[in-house]
């Protein structure tokens, strides 16, 4: 069964960086797409943007551009999202989702999400 | 960007009784490519429906969605305890898949 496995909640002060790992299991990692979401904390759902890990082309919103960088490595299954330049603003869970099928870009599963702390 | 509108903010019923959820996109969503999640406290989304009417696997039938174009709705035929909750809806159609601001299914 599709398993999204992330790593642990992390503090961070402003201007740092943080890096979310995603790790997936029972599927064929390189042929579904990855997105990542956010969520602040009592606020909807953000989409981030997303990678593909056969290639490893990435899409951004326009609002992370600069920012975030999307990675994956494929000898381990693992996707990572990188933000940089933290602020109080970015205090969220992120969430890592694939796509439900090759040709269905909907989230069909997801990771079960990182708390991200950004407090001085 | 297509902007996803959702009304109610906050939709109040009893157990038993119908939900019609609304999702409106500010520009038609290419080939319907619109899904709905639910989200309940401290958990990850739940993937419900696809192309704006195909239920995903598990989901009790009681979930539908319907819509074309730029009108979508998540219909919930009778409301089980477990289902109040947020749901949001998400267009996946053209980058960037921008989400809903999410509806509050609470108990009356």
């Known amino acids: 069964q599709v398993q999204l496995v992330q790593s642990g909640a992390e503090v961070k002060k402003p201007g740092a960086s943080v890096k979310v790992s995603c790790k997936a299991s029972?599927?064929?990692?390189?042929?579904?797409?990855m997105h990542w979401v956010r969520q602040a904390p009592g606020q909807g759902l953000e989409w981030m943007g997303t990678?593909?890990?056969?290639?490893?082309?990435?899409t951004y919103a326009q609002k992370f551009q600069g920012r975030v960088t999307m990675t994956r490595d494929t000898s381990t299954s693992t996707v990572y999202m990188e933000l940089s330049s933290l602020r109080s603003e970015d205090t969220a869970v992120y969430y890592c989702?694939?796509?439900?099928?090759?040709?269905?870009?909907?989230?069909?599963?997801w990771g079960q999400g990182t708390l991200v702390i950004v407090s001085s | 960007e297509i902007v996803l509108t959702q009304s109610p903010g906050t939709l109040s019923l009893s157990p038993g009784e119908r939900a019609t959820l609304s999702c409106r996109a500010s520009?038609?969503?290419?080939?319907?490519?619109l899904a709905w999640y639910q989200q309940k406290p401290g958990q990850a989304p739940r993937f419900l429906i696809y192309d704006a009417s195909s239920r995903a696997a598990g989901i009790p039938d009681r979930f539908s969605g319907s819509g074309s174009g730029t009108d979508f709705t998540l219909t919930i035929s009778r409301l089980e305890p477990e289902d109040f909750a947020v749901y949001y809806c998400?267009?996946?159609?053209?980058?960037?898949?921008?989400f809903g601001q999410g509806t509050k299914l609470e108990i009356k």
């Open positions: 520009q038609s969503v290419t080939s319907n490519y």
């Open positions: 998400q267009q996946y159609g053209s980058s960037p898949y921008t």
């Open positions: 989702a694939r796509v439900l099928t090759t040709a269905v870009a909907a989230l069909g599963f």
């Open positions: 029972g599927y064929t990692f390189a042929s579904y797409y």
């Open positions: 990678i593909n890990p056969s290639g490893g082309s990435t």
